[in-house]
């Protein structure tokens, strides 16, 4: 049996690579309508069936003629319009013109356009009174996408702008990879579900909830959601039937307390990855796997939660689900107050990032605490953008020292 306690606390960093190099994305693909589509990954590239735009299109409203067949201190006749879904199917003369509105098709027989702004019109008549170059203001065939081009590769995760592109191109099919499929449980006897009656020494199950709101932003199903006493049978159950499920959570119950059942049970009925991190708050976290499921064991208290979840199951689903790894965006901010910090561990406050202007005029990116850090306190994330993060090698910093913060958004994706 291999013991928990014995393991070295690693880095955070190296506890993403290891997650990443453990995790193998799921192989089973759905085929969904792209309006079903959005926040699922792609499994295979997707290549343009057609070529946009198909025919040259005005890019402004204004006047369409051949610029080697006008004299252009000349009035233009224009001899007709042609607007967006319908071309003008004539074609032009020497020193004429056709009124072009955005999106129209230009006639072969034209290779120019003026802005409506650089003209003078009068009845049928038009005097050009600035000229553009040829090939002006007219967008080219193929100028978006060349049929066969890839428009995006696998491991995409699909969002509005990439389902308005795939729109554009006629897509009525994409190919995804299926749900994550999910176990959430939370532990503690002190806990009770929301709506029941607090005994002494009970609080609400904050956990559970807080981690099915950040699931569900993921393409995640959730196959099972149940809160555990603190009981050893009972946790050895629970993790027995984690079953076909590709991860299961846990909130509480992997530091070595004598209540604490998650680390060992994990260590005796399966495989045990790594425990500790030189993380604060979040110490204690399993990785590792039980049968065919993989399980992140995370510490109990509800900022302790909150920070491992963004940081490890975040990363965790999004590899699952065969997204590329992305490494952590950080954003460079000056403090406006002083944080005391012992060296050791990682450390991740959270904080208010935003934007002002200095004395000189000039913009800068400042980044607030939002007051007591301890990990029990959950209402520091309300007002909170980001995490502020702290070196493990620092000491105290002082207001004004530049830091790295994490915004939440993009942590959350």
């Known amino acids: 049996?291999?013991?928990?306690?014995?393991?070295?606390?690693?880095?955070?960093?190296?506890?993403?690579?290891?997650?990443?190099?453990?995790?193998?994305?799921?192989?089973?693909?759905?085929?969904?309508?792209?309006?079903?589509?959005?926040?699922?990954?792609?499994?295979?590239?997707?290549?343009?069936?057609?070529?946009?735009?198909?025919?040259?299109?005005?890019?402004?409203?204004?006047?369409?003629?051949?610029?080697?067949?006008?004299?252009?201190?000349?009035?233009?006749?224009?001899?007709?319009?042609?607007?967006?879904?319908?071309?003008?199917?004539?074609?032009?003369?020497?020193?004429?013109?056709?009124?072009?509105?955005?999106?129209?098709?230009?006639?072969?027989?034209?290779?120019?356009?003026?802005?409506?702004?650089?003209?003078?019109?009068?009845?049928?008549?038009?005097?050009?009174?600035?000229?553009?170059?040829?090939?002006?203001?007219?967008?080219?065939?193929?100028?978006e996408v060349v049929a066969g081009q890839q428009l995006l590769p696998a491991g995409t995760r699909l969002n509005a702008f990439h389902l308005g592109l795939l729109a554009s191109v006629g897509l009525t099919e994409l190919t995804v990879r299926r749900c994550i499929r999910v176990q959430l449980v939370s532990t503690g006897d002190e806990l009770v579900p929301a709506g029941s009656k607090l005994e002494p020494g009970q609080i609400f199950d904050s956990n559970r909830a807080l981690l099915t709101a950040l699931l569900s932003r993921e393409d995640v199903t959730i196959e099972r959601s149940v809160h555990l006493r603190d009981d050893a049978d009972a946790t050895a159950q629970a993790l027995n039937a984690a079953g076909h499920s590709d991860l299961l959570i846990t909130s509480g119950g992997v530091s070595v307390g004598d209540s604490d059942y998650i680390g060992r049970a994990l260590a005796e009925r399966g495989s045990l990855n790594f425990w500790r991190l030189n993380l604060k708050p979040g110490k204690p976290v399993a990785f590792g796997r039980i049968g065919d499921c993989w399980m992140l064991g995370l510490p109990g208290n509800p900022v302790s939660t909150a920070i491992t979840a963004l940081l490890l199951v975040l990363p965790a689903l999004r590899r699952l689900s065969g997204e590329p790894a992305q490494p952590l965006l950080r954003v460079a901010a000056t403090l406006t107050h002083p944080i005391r910090h012992n060296p050791g561990r990682t450390e991740f406050q959270r904080g208010v990032l935003e934007q002002r202007s200095s004395d000189s005029g000039a913009r800068e990116l400042i980044v607030t605490p939002t007051g007591d850090q301890s990990s029990n306190r959950l209402s520091t994330f309300s007002a909170a953008n980001c995490l502020i993060e702290i070196d493990k090698s620092a000491g105290d910093l002082d207001a004004g020292t530049r830091v790295h913060t994490l915004p939440l958004g993009g942590l959350l994706g």
């Open 1 to 143: 049996m291999t013991d928990p306690t014995a393991q070295a606390r690693l880095d955070l960093e190296d506890a993403i690579r290891r997650i990443e190099t453990a995790l193998v994305p799921v192989s089973e693909t759905v085929v969904l309508r792209p309006e079903d589509a959005l926040g699922r990954v792609l499994a295979e590239p997707i290549a343009a069936p057609l070529t946009l735009p198909p025919f040259p299109a005005s890019a402004m409203d204004g006047y369409a003629y051949a610029h080697d067949r006008i004299d252009p201190s000349q009035p233009l006749r224009v001899v007709g319009t042609a607007a967006a879904g319908h071309p003008y199917t004539g074609a032009l003369e020497p020193q004429t013109c056709l009124r072009m509105l955005t999106g129209a098709s230009v006639p072969d027989s034209a290779d120019t356009v003026v802005i409506q702004e650089n003209v003078v019109r009068q009845n049928d008549q038009v005097q050009i009174r600035s000229l553009p170059e040829r090939g002006a203001n007219i967008r080219a065939v193929g100028q």
